[in-house]
C-alpha cells in the first residue's frame, strides 16, 4: 500500500464493502509497520491484561449497612457452629 491510499484510509471513514476490499487485498505474510497502531475496537482500552470487550472490569458497589450486619451475622453464627462442635454441612444441626 502506498502513501496515498494509506492517507485516504485514515481521512475517511470506510464502509463495510470498503473495508472487506481492503482486508481480501491485504498480504497476511507481511511484517506489521513499525509505527502500527493496535485496534481496541469501540472500548476504553486501560492497559489491563485483557480487553474491555473481551472481559469487562467488575465494578464494586458500596453495599448498605443492613447488608453489612446480615454477613458478619451469618459467619458469626457458622463460626459459634463450628466453636461449640457442631456440624450444619448437610442443613441440619447435629454432632460433628
Request: proline share 6%; hydrophobic share 45%; charged share 20%.
Given at each position: 500500500?502506498?502513501?496515498?491510499?494509506?492517507?485516504?484510509?485514515?481521512?475517511?471513514?470506510?464502509?463495510?464493502?470498503?473495508l472487506a476490499?481492503?482486508?481480501?487485498?491485504?498480504?497476511?505474510?507481511?511484517?506489521?509497520?513499525?509505527d502500527a497502531?493496535?485496534?481496541?475496537?469501540?472500548?476504553?482500552?486501560?492497559?489491563?491484561?485483557?480487553?474491555?470487550?473481551?472481559?469487562?472490569?467488575?465494578?464494586?458497589?458500596?453495599?448498605?449497612?443492613?447488608?453489612?450486619?446480615?454477613?458478619?451475622?451469618?459467619?458469626?453464627?457458622?463460626?459459634?457452629?463450628?466453636?461449640?462442635?457442631?456440624?450444619?454441612?448437610?442443613?441440619?444441626?447435629?454432632l460433628a
Amino acid at each position: 500500500m502506498d502513501e496515498s491510499e494509506t492517507t485516504a484510509i485514515n481521512s475517511s471513514a470506510l464502509n463495510d464493502e470498503e473495508l472487506a476490499d481492503l482486508a481480501l487485498a491485504a498480504d497476511p505474510n507481511e511484517p506489521l509497520d513499525n509505527d502500527a497502531v493496535p485496534w481496541y475496537g469501540n472500548s476504553n482500552f486501560h492497559g489491563g491484561l485483557l480487553p474491555d470487550w473481551y472481559m469487562p472490569r467488575p465494578v464494586a458497589t458500596t453495599r448498605g449497612r443492613a447488608t453489612k450486619i446480615v454477613i458478619v451475622s451469618i459467619v458469626a453464627a457458622f463460626l459459634i457452629i463450628d466453636a461449640f462442635g457442631l456440624c450444619i454441612t448437610s442443613g441440619f444441626l447435629s454432632l460433628a
